[in-house]
């Protein structure tokens, strides 16, 4: 930032009613830290913003002082676009009001809200509609890049429960986008990964969910771990859309309900939701116990709430991390043997692959219906490498990438948006596939000058 950019300041500042933190403020190291530690950036202005009229402020200054600008929801983007060296940070952290209309089933959420704001608000009247794995993630960048979790069989991607949204342009003004309002916007907002504005307020269509539901994990030993991923196959290839099971492989974390000498021990675990009725969960599940030997075991009925936050704790925020994805439309045993040969050379105790099925309620839209344009994924799998030096960077990431080469063969070529690295940028358009060309004409329509490019970035048409 230049001398008289510094001098302006005080413009910024007048009239704004968050904080606006600067570099050598107490509050500012705190400000720049997010989820992945391996994100290290210092940007001249973290505005951290109370109101919508505060994002209009903040977009304004970046735009008309010529500042990089980047948006921060929860900041749990892996590549770490929540910030930017030198500019300005729009930080909705701070915005997270939520407000449930149970007769009508709709909530309306601002910005900077988390997963777990999201559900504590929507749970309190037995509703929820389908978000991620881990509550300390933001609605912000989970709905934009589309949003798939515990739910989504049932009830299809994030961006598919998407009712509304107000939206900050480029412009600086104020907009709703919905199916009649601004309705290109709209369609570009639901899994085009925030190139279009600042999304200060959410609305989303809400089920009656629970509140308690059969949930939890069965672990087998990485030995059966073949015999397990291929029956696994099959269970899920005739699951109802309300049952959903995932596989994950790792070394088994010190669990109560497992014995202590399988701790440590690599392992493969399905973690599972039933979404309706949990005694007809108990009877669809009964399968899963003839998978192979069972280490361990702890499912039972349990609040949505307290699900939504089982994997919490394993994905705290303040380790590195790097990942790599693959959407996957089949499962293929070349794949089982190549998961099994990676997952047999974890490189930390932190590591993990999982797969995530989805399929049902997000593979029924036109892949067209929305900018989240995968519908032909009906698995996704996420090598999570993450450890806590940075000496072991190398060999992390070295993994991860070996990994990613080895699978890429049983892959289907797609990406999601929400989980690419910095370094992937040859993978964007992957991500957006043959709704490119539509959001390149969006982007131009809302943002011309590519003000919001700290993101998988889609370039004005
Ligand atoms: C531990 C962990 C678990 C995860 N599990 C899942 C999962 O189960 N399912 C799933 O679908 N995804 C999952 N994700 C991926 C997640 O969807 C993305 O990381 C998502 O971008 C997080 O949103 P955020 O607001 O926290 O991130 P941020 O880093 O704050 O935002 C990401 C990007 O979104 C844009 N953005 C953020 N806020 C706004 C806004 N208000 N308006 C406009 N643009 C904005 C910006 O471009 C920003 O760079 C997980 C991520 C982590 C770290």
Not at 101 to 111: K, L, M, N, W
Not at 116 to 121: G, I, K, R, W
Not at 393 to 405: T, V
Request: some cysteine; overall charge negative.
């Amino acid at each position: 930032m230049t001398t008289s950019q510094a001098g302006t300041i005080e413009q910024l500042k007048g009239g704004f009613t968050g904080e606006i933190l600067l570099p050598g403020d107490g509050a500012y190291d705190s400000a720049r830290q997010i989820w992945n530690a391996m994100i290290d950036k210092r940007p001249a202005i973290i505005a951290r913003c109370a109101t919508t009229s505060d994002v209009v402020r903040g977009v304004n200054f970046a735009r008309d002082k010529g500042l990089l600008l980047a948006v921060r929801g929860g900041g749990h983007h892996i590549a770490g676009n929540a910030l930017c060296n030198d500019g300005l940070v729009v930080d909705l952290s701070k915005m997270k009001a939520a407000h449930v209309d149970p007769a009508g089933r709709r909530v309306t959420i601002e910005g900077g809200a988390t997963l777990a704001d999201l559900d504590a608000a929507t749970q309190a009247h037995g509703l929820a509609t389908p978000v991620g794995i881990n509550s300390t993630t933001g609605i912000a960048g989970l709905t934009l890049g589309g949003g798939f979790g515990w739910l989504s069989r049932k009830y299809g991607m994030t961006v598919d429960n998407l009712e509304s949204a107000e939206v900050v342009t480029a412009a600086g003004e104020v907009v709703r986008a919905s199916a009649t309002e601004h309705s290109d916007l709209f369609w570009a907002l639901r899994g085009g990964g925030g190139n279009f504005g600042v999304v200060t307020r959410f609305e989303f269509r809400l089920h009656p969910v629970g509140p308690n539901v059969l949930s939890g994990l069965i672990v087998y030993p990485f030995s059966e771990a073949k015999r397990v991923l291929q029956q696994y196959r099959d269970f899920v290839a005739k699951a109802p859309d309300e049952l959903t099971v995932w596989t994950v492989l790792r070394q088994a974390p010190p669990l109560p309900f497992l014995p202590a000498e399988v701790h440590g021990k690599k392992i493969i675990a399905l973690a599972l939701i039933h979404a309706d009725d949990p005694e007809e969960g108990e009877r669809l599940i009964k399968p899963l116990h003839k998978f192979g030997t069972i280490l361990g075991e702890h499912v039972g009925v349990q609040p949505y709430l307290a699900w939504q936050q089982t994997f919490d704790p394993l994905l705290t925020a303040g380790a590195r991390n790097y990942w790599k994805s693959h959407n996957l439309s089949k499962l293929e045993d070349g794949l089982f043997d190549a998961i099994i040969e990676y997952a047999g050379k974890l490189p930390s105790p932190q590591c993990e692959i999982f797969i995530a099925a989805i399929g049902g309620a997000t593979a029924r839209p036109a892949s067209d219906s929305a900018a989240y344009t995968h519908r032909d994924a009906t698995f996704v799998m996420n090598v999570h490498s993450r450890w806590e030096n940075q000496e072991d960077d190398k060999h992390g990431i070295g993994w991860a990438r070996d990994f990613f080469n080895a699978t890429t063969p049983f892959a289907n070529g797609g990406a999601y948006v929400n989980f690419l690295t910095a370094d992937e940028g040859d993978r964007v358009r992957a991500a957006y596939g043959p709704n490119y060309e539509r959001l390149a004409q969006v982007k131009r329509r809302y943002d011309p000058e590519n003000l919001f490019r700290m993101n998988q970035n889609i370039a004005p048409a």
